[in-house]
C-alpha cells in the first residue's frame, strides 16, 4: 500500500510561484507513475501533470510553459513546481500513484491565487 502526503499549498499572488511535494511511503516508490491532479468542488477533477516511471512526463493544456513536474526517487517524493500562477489555477492539488494496477491518491493542499 502507499500513503501520499501533500504540501506545500497556500496563497499566492497571481504571477507568483508555489512549489508543491507529494511524499510517498508504503512501497516501492520508482516503480509508479506520479501524477498531479486538482479539483474544484462540482468540477471534474483535472489532470495537472504526471511522470512515469520512466521519466515521461505529460501536462495539461493549461500549465504547459508554467508548470513542471519532478521526481526524486531516492526521497520518495514528487514536486510540482508552479509558475506565473493565475486565478485559475486555484484548486485543490491531489497528489496521484499509480502501479498500473492500483491507484492511490492523497488527500489534497488548496492552492489559492488571488490578490
Known amino acids: 500500500q502507499v500513503q501520499l502526503v501533500e504540501s506545500g499549498g497556500g496563497l499566492v499572488q497571481p504571477g507568483g510561484s508555489l512549489r508543491l511535494s507529494c511524499a510517498a511511503s508504503?512501497?516501492?516508490?520508482?516503480?509508479?507513475?506520479m501524477g498531479w491532479y486538482r479539483q474544484v468542488p462540482g468540477k471534474q477533477r483535472e489532470l495537472v501533470a504526471v511522470?512515469?516511471?520512466?521519466?515521461?512526463?505529460n501536462y495539461a493544456d493549461s500549465v504547459k510553459g508554467r508548470f513542471t513536474i519532478s521526481r526524486d526517487n531516492a526521497k520518495n517524493t514528487v514536486y510540482l513546481q508552479m509558475n506565473s500562477l493565475k486565478p485559475e489555477d486555484t484548486a485543490v492539488y491531489i497528489c496521484?500513484?499509480?502501479?498500473?494496477?492500483?491507484?492511490?491518491w492523497g488527500k489534497g493542499t488548496l492552492v489559492t491565487v488571488s490578490s
Open positions: 508504503g512501497s516501492i516508490f520508482s516503480l509508479y507513475a
Open positions: 511522470i512515469t516511471s520512466g521519466g515521461r512526463l
Open positions: 496521484n500513484a499509480d502501479s498500473g494496477a492500483w491507484g492511490y
